[in-house]
């Protein structure tokens, strides 16, 4: 296996490090009212994805089958999800996003971004701006290799 430039390896683990602690702080501040991580990376879920059962929700949030119950039972409570037989096993639910839910998504998706321009705005220069803005293409072009 070739061995990697110093350089590009240092590199790698400073940008893991400095997007997880700015994903960190972007999600820090999208917590609205009582509302908890794990209850806003669900409703993100819905969604991206829509309606899904329980079972379905807990496997792609890696958590158990009842700690996803918790969670929507606590979302259901808040009227931001909505319970409905599966119409193909009514056995099974489907959870969905009420209008409540979805704007409770883009609103705080909306004040993520409103605090990102507003930092990007208020403590960079516009040619620092432009380097960032050029490096975009470039960091999804990474994100989609990984």
Same mark, same amino acid.
């Given at each position: 296996?070739?061995?990697? &430039?110093?350089? *590009? $390896?240092?590199?790698?683990g400073e940008l893991?490090? @400095?997007?997880?602690?700015?994903? =960190? =702080?972007?999600?820090?501040?999208?917590?609205?009212?009582?509302? $908890?991580l794990s209850q806003?990376?669900?409703?993100? @879920?819905?969604?991206? +994805?829509?309606?899904?059962? &329980?079972? #379905?929700?807990? $496997?792609? +949030?890696?958590?158990?089958?009842?700690?996803?119950?918790?969670?929507? #039972?606590? @979302?259901?409570?808040?009227?931001? *999800?909505? =319970?409905? &037989?599966?119409?193909?096993?009514?056995?099974?639910?489907?959870?969905? %996003?009420?209008? /409540?839910? %979805?704007? /409770?998504? !883009?609103?705080?998706?909306?004040?993520?971004? +409103?605090?990102?321009? =507003? /930092?990007? /705005?208020?403590?960079? $220069?516009?040619?620092? !701006? !432009?380097?960032?803005?050029?490096?975009? &293409?470039? %960091?999804?072009?990474?994100?989609?290799? @990984?």
């Amino acid at each position: 296996m070739e061995t990697l &430039p110093l350089e *590009v $390896t240092r590199a790698a683990g400073e940008l893991r490090a @400095l997007v997880g602690r700015l994903s =960190r =702080r972007l999600r820090q501040t999208s917590v609205v009212g009582e509302m $908890t991580l794990s209850q806003a990376s669900v409703l993100s @879920l819905l969604e991206r +994805e829509g309606p899904a059962t &329980p079972g #379905i929700l807990a $496997t792609r +949030e890696h958590i158990s089958p009842q700690s996803m119950g918790a969670i929507l #039972i606590s @979302l259901e409570a808040l009227g931001l *999800v909505s =319970r409905m &037989p599966d119409p193909t096993d009514g056995r099974s639910l489907v959870i969905s %996003l009420t209008e /409540a839910g %979805l704007q /409770a998504v !883009q609103g705080a998706r909306r004040h993520r971004e +409103e605090r990102l321009a =507003r /930092a990007l /705005a208020d403590n960079f $220069t516009a040619e620092e !701006q !432009q380097v960032l803005i050029a490096a975009l &293409p470039l %960091l999804e072009r990474l994100a989609r290799l @990984l």
